[in-house]
């Protein structure tokens, strides 16, 4: 049987550092807010709200919702992102994806600001991504992805990774941050030839491609390490399940992330990271209570 890398002790310490940085930053008179805006009530965007509501009370982030009807015009949505802009106290702003088909989102990445960019809209951040230069961040899920493997202690350093799945919100990216990593990376996709070959020949194994169950047995190899990134709702099972065969994966690999509770729950604790040092970053060194700021947080530090 397949050990499982759970996702919540990764959040956990990710959550309880948050937590101690926006201590020492309400001490210097910022609270960390991050600024949501859904369109629409696309079920997996209330998933995740409520994931990170939960989270951001943990974490000593506050959140504004801003929400649109689905029916929205662009100008309407336009309007939300620009007074995110010019709000000083909102730190952080993410606009959850897909937007409806009559929404343009590149629009959207263009006005809105990179430094409050905390789930790698912009193109700004991509090219953070991409470049490593800069102070951009990666978005969240391809994140959390490789914060779950470090956390666990999974070497990357010339390993041969796989990642099936070439979106511009995780298999890209991720394979930009792996690669980051020193591992060799793999970027296969829907017209991959021998897909399942590509896939047993990696040490690590990420799947980001949104179908349920879409890598099976034949994809997998002994002491593997799996990694599933999709979120799936299964009708007949009335439960979410990733984008692998969890009974070939739990049969076969060294190590699993589950679904639920492995990547998506690691996800909402890297975005109020994101926000927390978002907030930091405003944190001048001529700012009033810098200096108090800096010492809280090389005290926070030490622990
Ligand atoms: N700009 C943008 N970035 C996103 O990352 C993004 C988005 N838009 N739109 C919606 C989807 C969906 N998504 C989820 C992430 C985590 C959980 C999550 O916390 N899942 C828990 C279970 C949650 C539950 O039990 O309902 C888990 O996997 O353990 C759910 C959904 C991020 N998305």
Known sequence: MAELLRGAPVANAIIDSCAGRSRALADAGVAPTLAVVRVGERPDDLSYERGLLKRAERAGVTVRRVV???DCSQADLMRAVADINAD????????????????DERAVAAALAPSKDVDC????????????????????TAEAVVRVLGHYGVPLAGADVTVVGRSLVIGRPVAMLLQRADATVT??????????RRCREADVLVVAVGHARAIGADALRAGQVVVDVGIN???GAQRLVGDVDERAADAVAATLTPVPGGVGAVTTAVLMDHVV?????TVGPKADGAGAYRAKRAQASAF
Do not use: I, N
Not at 88 to 103: E, K, M, Q, T, Y
Not at 125 to 134: D, I, K
Not at 187 to 196: E, F, P, R, Y
């Open 68 to 70: 649109l009807a689905e």
């Open 88 to 103: 000083a106290s909102a730190h952080g702003c993410l606009v959850f994806r897909p937007l409806p088909a009559h929404l």
């Open 121 to 140: 809209l912009t193109p700004a951040s991509l090219a953070h991504v991409f470049s490593g230069a800069g102070a951009g961040f990666a978005p969240c």
């Open 187 to 196: 970027m296969c996709h829907s017209k991959t030839a021998d897909l399942a």
């Open 233 to 235: 709702w299964d009708d």
């Open 277 to 281: 040092t978002a907030a930091e970053r």
